[in-house]
T-cell receptor, first 115, second 112 residues
Framework: GAGVSQSPRYKVTKRGQDVALRCDPISGHVSLYWYRQALGQGPEFLTYFNYEAQQDKSGLPNDRFSAERPEGSISTLTIQRTEQRDSAMYRC?????????????FGSGTQLSVL | GEDVEQSLFLSVREGDSSVINCTYTDSSSTYLYWYKQEPGAGLQLLTYIFSNMDMKQDQRLTVLLNKKDKHLSLRIADTQTGDSAIYFCAERPSGSARQLTFGSGTQLTVLP
């Protein structure tokens, strides 16, 4: 596609349920990032991949959060046993390079609401 | 850790210049970025500047970097109503960490 695509656009779930958020990066982009953005705040880093390898997951808040990118393209961010504090906009970004100074192209995000 | 700070709100009249300011704390940052966020849309990269530059100009946008004061600014000339959005400053530190650290964003409102 022309840009980074994320689905679903909105996700409402009950506390305790698991959710899976999908990111389809720009075709051919090497790096893929996940960020979380609370209302009124800037995005905060969660994790990133180069191809299929998860290079840094230091931003994942706890072990309920995990991410994968098995074929180096589409990525899934999974949150297990969701809690109300997980409610936020989850943003995915991709970059054509794995070197420094890369441009990050963001998707429109998935708005997660945990009731 | 790194901290990026921006003022929350800015209002300007259509046709005037807008200046959005940002301060950062990590002197090792290699690149600094400006992103624009419109309602319901993703973050759009407007421009970025390498840390060895003082200024970068791109059409109506001018980025100024003062490394000594760790101050970054974005000037938008001839501001239009379509420029109304939230503007985020972000830094990328040197070294192995490749994630960007964002400020909280500045809401720019352009008045007719």
């Amino acid at each position: 596609g022309a840009g980074v695509s994320q689905s679903p656009r909105y996700k409402v779930t009950k506390r305790g349920q698991d959710v899976a958020l999908r990111c389809d990066p720009i075709s051919g982009h090497v790096s893929l990032y996940w960020y979380r953005q609370a209302l009124g705040q800037g995005p905060e880093f969660l994790t990133y991949f180069n191809y299929e390898a998860q290079q840094d997951k230091s931003g994942l808040p706890n072990d309920r959060f995990s991410a994968e990118r098995p074929e180096g393209s589409i990525s899934t961010l999974t949150i297990q046993r969701t809690e109300q504090r997980d409610s936020a906009m989850y943003r995915c970004a991709s970059s054509p390079s794995s070197g420094g100074g890369e441009k990050l192209f963001f998707g429109s995000g998935t708005q997660l609401s945990v009731l | 850790g790194e901290d990026v700070e921006q003022s929350l709100f800015l209002s300007v009249r259509e046709g005037d210049s807008s200046v959005i300011n940002c301060t950062y704390t990590d002197s090792s940052s290699t690149y600094l970025y400006w992103y624009k966020q419109e309602p319901g849309a993703g973050l759009q990269l407007l421009t970025y500047i390498f840390s060895n530059m003082d200024m970068k100009q791109d059409q109506r946008l001018t980025v100024l970097l003062n490394k000594k004061d760790k101050h970054l600014s974005l000037r938008i000339a001839d501001t239009q109503t379509g420029d109304s959005a939230i503007y985020f400053c972000a830094e990328r530190p040197s070294g192995s960490a490749r994630q960007l650290t964002f400020g909280s964003g500045t809401q720019l409102t352009v008045l007719p």
